[in-house]
């Protein structure tokens, strides 16, 4: 576990660039400057760069420093393990998660990207014979308080999943559901109001406004992302969970979903997981490396692919683990 200093984490706007991975400061690409190491060197690994040790074990200790507390973290994660019955997948995380930002989570498969997600809005409760110690915090607030809602705290933390899953409903009523059952409504023009917006924000408004009693299930996948994302954002969360919102979708559709979470960061904290590295340099400000089941670094996310302080990391995000 560690979360560890940025002189400027959080005041990084990352815009689309080319499909590798962007330069917006002239920086060099990670994987392009693992090609190009790779290649002065013969082909042989990168050259010792006095990181951290490349076991995770001694990873573990090494690269246990201080976390750095945000001020206005939205999470705050302290020493969140996740038991599957003996069988432990969260080792020690802790990480404070910024308002109004991307955190990108990357790892090999099977690392605990997605555990640690369902830690933060109480998915993992769903899930018999899993367990969760530590401490996490949603605006100072104990999420594993008894007197805490599981219902309103999911309202709060919106979840998008790898496949589109509309309900079997009109796309209107699978955005009126949450507003609907959390009686945000007090009117059927409030309700179209918030259906009509929620769209609009999720950017799909102008593909479905004449066809707003169709079935959401008869939309296209990028069509149905963007539906399931109006779904979230229509209960007015605080944080938007996404794990790998995009593995489904063609990359026209990606670029859309891409587009829509730089909008959304504007207002919601956003944790997205995703396996492509030129996806988390794409759309996030922050990026954490997980490595069986620890939180191995995180970071402001230029830092991360330019100038990565484990060897775990760079063996990564260089292509040559995972
Ligand atoms: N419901 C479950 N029951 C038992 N073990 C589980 C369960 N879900 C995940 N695990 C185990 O926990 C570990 C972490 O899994 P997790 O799904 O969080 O990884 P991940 O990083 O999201 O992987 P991927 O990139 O493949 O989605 C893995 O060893 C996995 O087999
Ligand atoms: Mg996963």
Same mark, same amino acid.
């Given at each position: 576990m560690n979360d560890t200093p940025d002189t400027n984490a959080g005041e990084v706007r990352r815009s689309?660039?080319?499909?590798?991975?962007? %330069?917006?400061?002239?920086v060099a690409l990670p994987l392009e400057r693992a090609v190009r190491a790779r290649a002065e060197e013969g082909g042989l690994n990168l050259k010792p760069s006095g990181r951290q040790p490349t076991s995770a074990l001694e990873g573990r200790g090494a690269a246990a420093e201080a976390v750095t507390p945000l001020a206005d973290a939205v999470f705050i994660c302290r020493d969140v393990n996740v038991f599957y019955g003996a069988k432990q997948a969260l080792k020690n995380?802790?990480?404070?998660?910024?308002?109004?930002?991307?955190?990108?989570?990357i790892g090999p498969s099977g690392c605990g990207k997605s555990t640690f997600l369902?830690?933060?809005?109480?998915?993992n409760d769903t899930i018999p014979?899993?367990?969760? %110690?530590? +401490?996490?915090?949603?605006?100072? =607030?104990?999420i594993h308080d008894p007197a805490l809602d599981v219902v309103q705290l999911r309202a709060r933390i919106g979840m998008v999943f790898q496949k589109p899953n509309p309900f079997p409903k009109s796309i209107y009523d699978?955005?009126?559901y949450g507003p609907r059952i959390h009686g945000l409504a007090r009117s059927?023009? =409030?309700?179209?109001?918030?259906?009509? +917006? +929620?769209l609009t924000r999720a950017g799909l408004w102008d593909e479905v406004k004449d066809r707003l009693r169709s079935p959401g299930t008869g939309l296209s996948g990028g069509q149905q992302q963007r539906l399931c994302i109006a779904r979230t954002i229509a209960v007015q969360p605080e944080v938007i969970l996404m794990d790998e919102p995009c593995s489904a979708l063609d990359p026209v559709a990606t670029a859309r979903i891409e587009d829509l979470i730089d909008e959304l960061c504007q207002s919601y904290a956003i944790v997205i997981v995703t396996h492509s590295m030129q996806q988390a340099a794409r759309v996030s400000q922050r990026t954490g490396y997980f490595h069986l089941g620890e939180l191995i670094e995180v970071g402001d996310t230029d830092r991360i692919f330019t100038n990565p302080r484990h060897r775990l990391t760079e063996d990564y995000i260089t292509g040559r683990f995972g």
């Open positions: 689309r660039g080319a499909p590798a991975v962007p %330069t917006k400061a002239g995380v802790s990480i404070d998660i910024a308002p109004r930002q991307v955190l990108a989570l369902r830690c933060l809005n109480r998915m014979g899993a367990r969760v %110690t530590g +401490s996490i915090k949603l605006d100072g =607030q104990d699978n955005v009126a059927r023009a =409030q309700l179209d109001e918030i259906v009509c +917006s +929620s």
